[in-house]
Each structure stands twice: as C-alpha cells, then as structure tokens.
C-alpha cells in the first residue's frame, strides 16, 4: 500500500486528475470527490470528475455549480488519455465504474486508488485501500492534512462531512471511532452546521420515496429463527410511487431493527437483472455472502449487482447460501 507521502509525491509530479467513483454513488463517494477536487485545484492542479452515473438528487446541493460529468461512452471517450492520472475513490474493483471500465483498463496513465473496501483487485500499484476508515472521506481529509498546507474551509468541509456522516450511519456504524468524531469536530470548526448538514441528507424525501419505504417495510420475510430478514422492491413499486434507484438509499437498515435479526438483505429488481444489498451485525461476515453472488464491500455492509438475470430465479438460493454465515 503507498503512503499519504507517496500519493503527494504523485500530486506534486503531475499536472491533471480525472477524478471518478462507483455506480449508484453515495455520500462517502460523491462527497470524496468533490473535496479532492476542490483541494487539487487550490493547490494549482487540473481536475475533473466524471461519474458513470448520475448525482443522486439528494446529493446535488454538494454540486451547486455542476463539477460533475456524467461519462458519456461516445463523447468522452478521449477522456483516459487527457489526464496525467487516474483517481478511483470509494472502490476497489474496476467492474464498479461501469462504462468507465473499459477505458480505465486501457489506458497507461498513472493510477491510484483510495479506498476502504475489503478484498480489494490488483489493478494500480498505487492503492491505498485501508478498511480500518469508515469512510473514504476520513482518507481524504487525512490526505489533505498531511499535504501542502490548505486551509480546510467549507467548500471543502462540507463534502468531507457529508462523506464521513453518511457511510457511518450518523456516526453509529462499526468503525466510527473518536478519531471520526474528532475529524468531524474540525469540520464543523470549518464551518458546516451539523443540522443542516443532516437534513439535506434525511430529510428531502419526496412523498414516493416514503410510500416507497413503506412497500419495503411491508415487504419484509423473516427465516432462520428471525436472524436474516429480507426486503424486496420490484420495478413497479418505483413505477407506481414514482421514485427512483437513489430513493431505496439506507432501506437495508431498516432489516436490521427487528431485535435478534443478525443479517439483512435488501433484493432490487433492476431493468435488467437485480441488485441486493448486504447488511449484518454480531459478527456475521456479509461481504462473504455477496462475494458468492459476485459482489463484495465491508465485512458488515456489502452489495453485487447481477446483470441479464431474474430476481426470482437467484431469491431462494441466495437465502439457502446466507444460513452458513449466521
Ligand atoms: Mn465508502
């Protein structure tokens, strides 16, 4: 793994940095981003973001004038050679950045990978994947401490917060520690307010998105002696209340509130196969789970995305395969 010293050896030595994240981005993610980005250029540097996906909607106060590219596989082809360097946040397996894959594989540009996912693949000798960090946001703030001197203000703070808030569950998931409280202290020394921070994350929901939650809810299985408990959302439950893939944001967690379940899994059906979501608690190693069905993550929250495939025809063996680990 290089060091916080190696990875601004490769900032200072190069001139441009195509920034970029996974599928379906979350705060940590998008949140990452915008902070490297922001501090690359205030240190004279070139950056750019270009994401596979959209910005989720409850995430594009963070974008207010439009940094963020949607990769377009025609228009931006030329991109991968463009930039000295390639910067991958928040993921370690190239298969998570879509259309942006095939390009990223090809190119010779220098690239580095910062991350806290487990079992990382071995694409970059320059990786600094660590999965003691809840959040790649603490990576980056880290980061940017141990750089040249930049003043964290809140075009930086508030990414950065976002980032370490939303992938520690508000700050109550395995591995938030006081070093995570301790760096969001700053942040808010920096000038983001925490209320405010949280309701442009919780509290922006649109009416669908609830009656969304409530199919979920009401979608809810339970098997084992009630130590795994299921959701499922279909294509016509998005249909009918009008709502979108980053609307299921934090469902899984709901699985988790029944007293003794130990494992929970969200299953989406997508247009064109599925997508479940891992979630456990007690020492039970989901990511084993979903690196059976082709995903992976943490050892307490993970995710696969299945392509060309029917929900109904994976369901049952996915719950048959998830009793080993409870
Ligand atoms: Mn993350």
Do not use: W
């Not at 910005?55 to 004038?65: G, K, M, Q, S, W």
């Not at 071995?122 to 660590?130: A, G, K, Q």
Request: glycine letters at 6%; hydrophobic letters at 40%; one cysteine or more.
């Amino acid at each position: 793994m290089i060091s916080f010293d190696q990875i601004h050896a490769l900032i200072q030595n190069n001139n441009s940095f195509l920034i970029t994240t996974h599928v379906n981005p979350d705060g940590d993610a998008i949140g990452s981003e915008l902070a490297l980005y922001h501090y690359l250029k205030r240190i004279g540097k070139e950056a750019a973001i270009f994401n596979c996906s959209q910005t989720p909607y409850n995430l594009e106060f963070l974008d207010p004038t439009g940094i963020i590219s949607h990769f377009d596989k025609v228009k931006n082809s030329d991109i991968f050679d463009k930039f000295d360097v390639l910067v991958l946040l928040d993921l370690n397996h190239l298969s998570r950045i879509m259309e942006l894959e095939e390009g990223f594989r090809k190119s010779t540009k220098l690239k580095i990978c910062i991350d806290h996912h487990d079992e990382p693949e071995n694409f970059s000798e320059y990786m600094f994947v660590d999965i003691n960090y809840a959040s790649t946001g603490e990576i980056i703030f880290e980061l940017i401490e141990a750089g040249a001197p930049v003043k964290i203000d809140y075009q930086i703070a508030l990414p950065l917060y976002i980032a370490i808030m939303t992938d520690t569950g508000s700050f109550r998931y395995e591995r938030t520690t006081s070093a995570t409280h301790i760096k969001a202290a700053k942040l808010l020394d920096a000038g983001v307010d925490p209320n405010t921070a949280a309701s442009m994350i919780h509290d922006q929901g649109s009416p669908g998105r609830m009656r969304l939650l409530g199919r979920a809810l009401d979608s809810i299985k339970l098997y084992y002696s009630n130590q795994l408990c299921t959701m499922a959302l279909l294509r016509k439950d998005l249909t009918e209340t009008g709502t979108v893939e980053a609307d299921i944001e934090g469902f899984v967690n709901y699985t988790l509130s029944i007293k003794g379940v130990r494992a929970g899994l969200l299953f989406y059906e997508l247009e064109n196969g599925f997508k479940v979501s891992f979630r456990s608690v007690d020492n039970v190693q989901i990511n084993k789970l979903a690196k059976e069905f082709n995903g992976g993550g943490h050892f307490y929250a993970a995710g696969t995305r299945i392509s060309n495939a029917k929900l109904g025809d994976y369901y049952d063996t996915i719950i048959k395969a998830a009793e080993k680990y409870l």
